[in-house]
């Protein structure tokens, strides 16, 4: 089955400073989603970004879809506590299912 | 309201046992999911499920049984459980022409 690599796989960041994590994928991509899931938790959605180029941002999250269409990233400035979890890209096949990338692994120290 | 839920949320079995795990969701989607979560945090896909179609991933084997009695629910039914079934599983629903995913809280299975 596909699979999306995700770097770093974790992270370690002092709060207030920025955080990236990059999704690859050795085949083009017919769109990404962003989910986050806390520790403990279960993966909540973020976004879906669909277009070649494409950036979008949510208060302090960017989103940025490769014009290549074979990556992506996530970028928050400005980390706080509340950002720790797991960030997870997927992609949503025709069939509508979704395959999930190896997910980047976020601490932030207080 | 919660509005995918999975019951249980913690479920230790021995091997060989047969085990279900139910869900439920409230949202009136009409496409349901379920998701195998391992200790490495891997998310992988095991079937999606709507009233016309089920849609399997050809890597789950198949002890592994998805059952609907009707559109809020998608139970998940394990015969012969073996150690490497330990994990957390999540289900998740959509509405058709929309593309976020709800999951549910998860449950995590221990087989020992």
């Known amino acids: 089955g596909q699979q999306v690599m995700q770097i770093p796989q974790y992270q370690h960041v002092q709060e207030g400073e920025d955080f990236t994590t990059y999704c690859n994928s050795s085949t083009t991509l017919s769109n990404i989603q962003w989910y986050k899931q806390r520790p403990g938790g279960h993966p909540v959605f973020l976004i879906q970004?669909?277009?070649?180029?494409e950036v979008k941002k949510q208060k302090r999250l960017t989103f940025q879809f490769g014009e290549a269409k074979k990556n992506s990233s996530l970028h928050i400035t400005a980390t706080q506590t509340t950002d720790v979890g797991t960030y997870f890209c997927a992609e949503q096949t025709g069939a509508n299912n979704l395959f999930f990338g190896t997910g980047t692994r976020l601490t932030v120290i207080p | 309201d919660t509005a995918v839920s999975q019951t249980p949320k913690y479920l230790v079995t021995q091997m060989g046992n047969d085990k279900s795990i139910k869900c439920e969701q409230n949202?009136?989607?009409?496409?349901m999911y379920w998701y195998k979560q391992d200790s490495k945090k891997f998310l992988k896909i095991m079937f999606s499920?709507?009233?016309?179609?089920?849609?399997i991933n050809e890597t789950v084997p198949n002890r592994f049984s998805p059952k609907s009695p009707d559109k809020a629910h998608l139970n998940l039914h394990i015969n012969s459980l073996e150690l490497g079934d330990s994990a957390v599983y999540f289900c998740?629903?959509?509405?058709?022409?929309?593309?976020?995913?709800?999951f549910g809280p998860g449950t995590r299975l221990t087989v020992t």
């Open positions: 998740a629903s959509r509405v058709r022409g929309a593309y976020e995913q709800y």
């Open positions: 970004l669909v277009k070649s180029g």
């Open positions: 499920y709507n009233n016309k179609e089920l849609i």
């Open positions: 949202l009136g989607h009409d496409t």
